[in-house]
């Protein structure tokens, strides 16, 4: 199943952003009820957090991520169009560049159009090394090129991390709808489950954290060579439920 390539002006854009921080100003648990599952999971604090395509999947998640207590730099290439995204958020939430991103986080939410990957790779050279890479991104053959059938050949989660050089990536965040995340966290009852796959342990755990932090349930499906189970095409894409059962479709029940 593929999502279909959207050329969104840039006053609609403006539109969608302000929609979906509605969506999570309204359907958001108050900052200390967040703060408090944060600190009873034993999450040592707050982290850093940079993310790279602040549009509908990085505004909707990296919004989540304020709201429980993180310090979030939403980037753009024209960081001024953030403007109402980062001022409905609050305080913690502010706008900058690609560049200004990767230096001030701990974990970078990675949110943008898959065929971006060679130019920010190009563009901060070096500058991935040792970061936490969270990739919500999707390779689709008719908006991304040629970097779709890489991806499509040697697996998503490694394609990524080979322009990403030195960055320590997770796949999280892909599998499902922007407007998926917005409606389903701190679901009541058993939480959606968020399939993540990445080589890093370290990495990962700190995945799961902030998939928790989302108000969903981390459900660790591999190394990155396994995230092509859960990227368009793959038997795991939206798979919606919760852990228990996203974990039967993971065992083939
Ligand atoms: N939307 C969903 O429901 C969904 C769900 C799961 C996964 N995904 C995947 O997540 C990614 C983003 O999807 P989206 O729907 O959120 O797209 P979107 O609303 O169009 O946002 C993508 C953002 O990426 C930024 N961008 C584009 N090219 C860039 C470049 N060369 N360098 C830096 N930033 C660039 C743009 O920001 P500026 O123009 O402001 O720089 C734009 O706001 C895609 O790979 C998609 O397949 C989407």
Redesign the pocket.
Known sequence: MQ?PA?V?DPER?RM?RAGALAILTLSLPPLTACAQRTAAAGNAGPARIGV????????TVGGLWVKAGHPVLF????PE??KPLVDGLGPLARAGT?AEAIAFADVLFL????G?LP??SQENAGAWSGKIVLD?????AQRDGAIADEAQRNGIGITTAKYLRGARVVRA???????NFANEHHRTGDLIAVPIAGDDEAALQVAAQLVRDAGFEPVVVGPLASADKFAPGGPLFRQIGTAEEFRRKMSGN
Do not use: C
Request: proline share 3%.
């Open positions: 999502e959207v969104i854009r969608l790279i395509g602040s549009g509908r999947i990085g505004g980037s753009s290439r024209h169009s953030l690609v949110a943008t159009p898959y971006a130019q920010l919500a991104t999707n390779a689709i965040f892909n599998f499902m709808g922007a407007t």
